[in-house]
């Protein structure tokens, strides 16, 4: 009898594992994921309430209010907009939508993992163009880009390494991409980017009927918890990604609570001079006790440990869980000797440079 077992490519997505395995019953600090340090506003938390007492009713399956708020947020047209479940549900919706067996889906080597998930679940074959020092190679992907090339992930800023690409190489990748050729531009920091020569896309998408914006609500509206993405695009593509996605796929509260976060200015405000403060602190001490610090436009710094026979990356890793503190290792992105430290409170930003100074110095 033959056996029963999973589709191609299911088989070559790794598992997610979270480096978040907290202390035994001890309070801990985790700056393993890229969360927001101030939490949710004010205002989020209180439309979740309120939504709390309609929790018996289906959401909106068209997102109305929601992407009312977004279009007026950004100035942008509510037909182009959908929402998901998380941006990496619609990160999977795009690959599913347009990738299969047969065709190719690009990327650059440190890019986010969820594109490689996405391409192995829809059959589709990965192809990784090479970084060069941690930063996206544009000239490299656009090599790359075949007949077959159905998806060109591009995350920018990009988690883990934190850097960007700036506009203008934007630009010049989609120019030399095929029409057939999606490029899909995952925005999830761009919130936090302070450079003149970053955009986050809004032109290109409304230039061009091959550009798509993903978006979310993890980051500087502190929602994580609640899962919400959307996308900007034009309609056709967002009527497209509308019939593959679970029309319920956004919960009520969540809706309501990411609209809220919308028109919360000061939060938004109070996120972006925490994250930059603290990002200069936090690279400022840690060079200090020799850690290699990357830049970073996001709200986490990727560090490389200092090479030294008598403390790997694990044992580091390991200091820290004794002192209570979790961040992502990145074994699976092929950075084994670096760590993710995502900006904390100022409690949390003292304890992790008091631990590694420990450890490292
Ligand atoms: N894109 C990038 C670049 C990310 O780093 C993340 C999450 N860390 C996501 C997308 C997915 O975020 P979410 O599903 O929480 O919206």
């Known amino acids: 009898m033959e056996r029963l077992t999973p589709r191609v490519g299911i088989g070559q997505i790794a598992p997610y594992r979270s480096s978040r395995v907290p202390p035994d019953g001890r309070p801990f600090i985790d700056l393993s994921l890229s969360h927001n340090a101030l939490g949710p506003s004010t205002k989020a938390i209180a439309a979740y309430r309120k939504a709390a007492l309609s929790l018996h009713r289906y959401p909106d399956y068209e997102h109305t209010l929601l992407r009312a708020a977004i279009g007026r947020r950004y100035d942008i047209a509510t037909d182009h907009i959908t929402c998901s479940n998380g941006s990496d549900e619609m990160i999977q919706l795009v690959a599913e939508a347009y990738a299969g067996p047969g065709d190719e889906v690009l990327f650059h080597q440190y890019g986010y993992r969820g594109f490689h998930k996405a391409a192995r679940m829809t059959g589709a074959t990965p192809v990784v163009a090479a970084e060069r020092d941690l930063a996206v190679d544009i000239e490299a992907l656009a090599d790359l880009a075949s007949e077959r090339t159905k998806i060109v992930f591009l995350a920018n800023p990009n988690n883990p390494t934190g850097s960007y690409v700036p506009a203008e190489q934007v630009q010049r990748l989609r120019a030399d991409l095929p029409a057939h050729t999606l490029l899909v531009l995952d925005s999830a920091y761009a919130d936090y980017v302070r450079r003149d020569n970053y955009d986050p896309g809004f032109g290109l998408v409304e230039e061009h009927d091959n550009v798509l914006m993903v978006r979310t609500f993890s980051k500087l509206h502190g929602l994580a918890g609640l899962r919400v993405g959307w996308a900007y695009g034009p309609p056709s593509i967002i009527e497209t990604l509308d019939r593959i996605r679970d029309p319920y796929n956004v919960g009520l509260p969540a809706q309501a609570a990411a609209a809220a976060a919308l028109g919360d200015p000061e939060h938004e405000a109070a996120t972006l001079e925490h994250n930059d403060a603290w990002i200069a602190w936090l690279s400022h001490e840690l060079r200090a006790i020799g850690v290699r610090v990357y830049p ?64 490292l110095e």
């Open 296 to 359: 970073s436009v996001c709200n986490f710094l990727l560090i490389r440990v200092p090479p030294d026979p008598t403390m790997s990356v694990a044992a580091v890793c390991t200091h820290l869980r004794d002192r209570g503190i979790l961040v992502k290792t990145l074994g699976e992105y092929g950075l084994a000797d670096c760590l993710r430290i995502t900006v904390g409170t100022e409690e949390e930003n003292h304890a992790l440079v008091d631990a590694l100074r420990e450890v």
